[in-house]
């Protein structure tokens, strides 16, 4: 398994359940989450992570403008096969040490991203992360496996 990966992108939006907007940079609190970002709270979902390779498996379907954020992941990231990654692990994000909590989610009725895009990803392939030490984030920034 690949050790290294990347942030392609990091999103935000100030509501839930609209499609996120793409940042270069965020503050990422401990224990909450991104600043500035609807879903950040205490919990075990305060950071969401998708996977180029899963947005790309959605355009090769036929799915058409598929830019990061419209799946209303934080993180847009390539290198790993998120969804593979063990409960438990943790990942050096930019400054951040965050830990895997969740892999994918109920997606709730009605989801506007699955009636906007067609079909959502995230409930089987995007992953969550708390936020074990907080910091910096920029587009670009390395992802360990540590």
């Known amino acids: 398994m690949n050790k290294t990966g990347k942030v392609l ?6 509501k839930k359940g609209i499609i996120k907007t793409p940042v270069d940079e965020a ?3 401990e224990d909450f989450g991104i600043e500035g970002d609807a879903h950040a ?11 180029q390779d899963s947005i790309d498996k959605m355009t090769a379907m036929g799915v058409d403008d598929l830019t990061s954020g419209k799946f209303a992941e934080n993180l847009t990231v390539e290198g790993f096969v998120l969804y ?11 400054e ?5 909590s969740q892999i994918g989610k109920d997606c ?6 699955k009636l906007q895009v067609g079909k959502c990803v995230m ?4 992953i969550f992360t708390v936020v074990i030490k907080g910091g910096i984030v920029k587009k670009g920034d390395l992802i360990e496996i540590i």
Not at 9 to 14: T, Y
Not at 123 to 126: I, M, R, S, V
């Open 96 to 100: 951040t040490i965050q830990e895997v």
């Open 123 to 126: 409930p089987t392939e995007g």
């Open 41 to 51: 709270a205490k919990g075990k979902r305060q950071v969401s992570l998708l996977g």
């Open 9 to 14: 992108s990091i999103n935000i939006s100030d």
């Open 27 to 29: 503050i990422f609190i």
């Open 84 to 94: 593979e990654l063990p409960i438990g692990t943790r990942l050096k994000i930019g």
């Open 108 to 113: 709730h009725t009605g989801c506007a991203i």
